[in-house]
T-cell receptor, first 115, second 113 residues
Framework: DAEITQSPRHKITETGRQVTLACHQTWNHNNMFWYRQDLGHGLRLIHYSYGVQDTNKGEVSDGYSVSRSNTEDLPLTLESAASSQTSVYFC??????????????FGQGTRLTVV | TQLLEQSPQFLSIQEGENLTVYCNSS?????LQWYRQEPGEGPVLLVTVVTGGEVKKLKRLTFQFGDARKDSSLHITAAQPGDTGLYLC?????????????FGKGTHLIIQP
């Protein structure tokens, strides 16, 4: 079965360190997304990609970057981790279906704590 | 920026009761999805509605898309403890494409046995 996996599931890092969260999908979807989920804010879009070599900023992109070198992977990098980036991060992939809408499939999340 | 407001934010009811959760916006969406999320897991898609006025049923869950495609509702009949979770609505922008879904903040639902 196709799936989307994130690693690690839990991460503790120190302020100022660079951190990379991995996302791998086997749906063969062109579209991939990174969200963060915080109490009181819901899911907020960080970055997204329409395909290989394409990346776009979302609502809360400051301090984050992504790269898309192949269809399956969209790693999320925190350039210099800050306490405000403590959150649960979700990766998702989707494919737009004509007259069927856009449906996203999510990974299980990465809980990141910046101390 | 398209916004989706969900209500109520929290809901705790007894097993067997009925409930309705609302998802409202001033923007038009090409489609709207409902997801359910359990603690420690990612959201899982329940249903997608595409056509204004569309009604879809999933066992005891009934989903409706507003005629103007700006709002949606989720009705649960005879709620069970297994329905407990965070219910999220998400809208896809008009014009198709791959832009990220806009999510509501969710409704935390607890069904007491």
């Amino acid at each position: 079965d196709a799936e989307i996996t994130q690693s690690p599931r839990h991460k503790i890092t120190e302020t100022g360190r660079q951190v990379t969260l991995a996302c791998h999908q086997t749906w063969n979807h062109n579209n991939m997304f990174w969200y963060r989920q915080d109490l009181g804010h819901g899911l907020r879009l960080i970055h997204y990609s329409y395909g290989v070599q394409d990346t776009n900023k979302g609502e809360v992109s400051d301090g984050y970057s992504v790269s898309r070198s192949n269809t399956e992977d969209l790693p999320l990098t925190l350039e210099s981790a800050a306490s405000s980036q403590t959150s649960v991060y979700f990766c998702a992939s989707s494919e737009y279906r004509d007259r069927g809408g856009t449906e996203a499939f999510f990974g299980q999340g990465t809980r990141l704590t910046v101390v | 920026t398209q916004l989706l407001e969900q209500s109520p934010q929290f809901l705790s009811i007894q097993e067997g009761e009925n409930l309705t959760v609302y998802c409202n916006s001033s923007s038009v969406f090409s489609s709207l999805q409902w997801y359910r999320q359990e603690p420690g897991e990612g959201p899982v898609l329940l249903v997608t509605v595409v056509t204004g006025g569309e009604v879809k049923k999933l066992k005891r869950l009934t989903f409706q898309f507003g005629d103007a495609r700006k709002d949606s509702s989720l009705h649960i009949t005879a709620a069970q403890p297994g329905d407990t979770g965070l219910y999220l609505c998400a809208g896809a922008p008009t014009g198709g494409g791959a832009d990220g879904l806009t999510f509501g903040k969710g409704t935390h639902l607890i069904i007491q046995p």
